[in-house]
């Protein structure tokens, strides 16, 4: 309705006559109204793919039209120019049937592409929903099964302590309580400061370093930052630690050296972490800690974030960049 106003008012010529104006504007509006309706329903009808659809949808619209156009001259021919040209004779089929008809036809393709541009947007705004909506959903599921990675690797350690009754298994239980809490709580918020992941990952280190008494494991942690306050994804930082005492100090048998390097410049933040490779062969199975982390930084930081997996000689680097 609020269209058929505004185009009314935008289209229509006011010579100062009100009554004119009035009887004018409601004689045509039935025909474009008719008209208009008539093509939606022939383009909503034969609508899809297919050369014979769309003849039948345009010649549709175009009868709709004509019969919009042939309608106005009649309501004009017949209502309006005895009210205000009683002594004329105006002949029905003349140059004014194609003004008349051109009005129709202008209200109708006026109608049909605002009906398209809106439905366009509504489509395009329905579209970018779902995707949000897919992301997030695909995110809390990334995150839901790094719990009980995080929770599979941690409670082993703690039950190999337990087995040999360790005095460390009580401040084990302690850490692994504290890192749950942030696992658990934290992990829940869109962001987090960067120093907060930075305390988990020392925190885990802590956790980890505990089962090695022997002088086995080496782990050195260089830190670089120009804002430590600077938000960053919860558990992004973490399944690069996890995954470098996975492969590098759990199952090395000689001195395992692990190096963590973090560096935030300019809202550029480099995290670097080497670990050397076991002695033996490794018999475990690829972890799920990397492959989630790879499609969190899709989903969260797409074209912002560069992630490597160097393999050497001696030990294995992986480099992720992210651009805040």
């Known amino acids: 309705l609020a269209f058929w106003f505004i185009y009314a008012y935008t289209y229509s010529r006011y010579d100062g006559n009100l009554g004119k104006y009035l009887l004018t504007e409601g004689l045509q509006m039935p025909a474009r109204i008719l008209a208009t309706y008539l093509s939606f329903w022939f383009f909503e009808r034969f609508s899809g793919t297919g050369e014979t659809k769309t003849w039948l949808a345009f010649g549709g619209a175009a009868a709709a039209n004509f019969l919009g156009g ?119 918020k869109p962001k987090v400061s960067l120093e907060q992941e930075i305390q988990l990952l020392r925190d885990y280190v802590a956790l980890e370093k505990l089962r090695f008494d022997d002088g086995r494991l080496s782990v050195k942690m260089e830190l670089e930052l120009d804002e430590p306050n600077t938000e960053i994804a919860p558990l992004l930082l973490l399944p690069l630690v996890e995954n470098a005492f996975k492969h590098g100090a759990s199952e090395q048998r000689e001195e395992a050296k692990i190096s963590i390097s973090i560096v935030l410049n300019n809202n550029v933040l480099e995290v670097k972490i080497e670990n050397t490779k076991p002695t033996e062969k490794s018999e475990t199975a690829p972890g799920i800690g990397l492959q989630n982390l790879r499609r969190q930084l899709q989903l969260i930081y797409p074209e912002r974030h560069t992630l490597e997996v160097i393999e050497g000689e001696n030990g294995f680097a992986v480099r992720l960049k992210l651009v805040f």
Request: hydrophobic residues 45%.
């Open 70 to 188: 042939f309608m106005n001259r009649a309501l004009k021919l017949f209502y309006l120019v005895p009210v205000y040209f009683p002594d004329s004779t105006i002949e029905f089929w003349n140059i004014r049937f194609v003004y008349d008809l051109f009005d129709v036809v202008l209200a109708s393709c006026t109608a049909l592409s605002a009906r398209m541009y809106f439905r366009q947007q509504a489509m395009q705004r329905r579209e970018t929903q779902l995707r949000a909506e897919k992301s997030e959903a695909e995110l809390r599921a990334l995150k839901s099964q790094l719990h009980p990675h995080f929770l599979f690797n941690t409670i082993n350690n703690l039950y190999a302590l337990a087995r040999v009754k360790s005095d460390k298994t009580a401040p084990v239980a302690l850490k692994l309580a504290q890192l749950l809490r942030y696992v658990l709580y934290e992990s829940q």
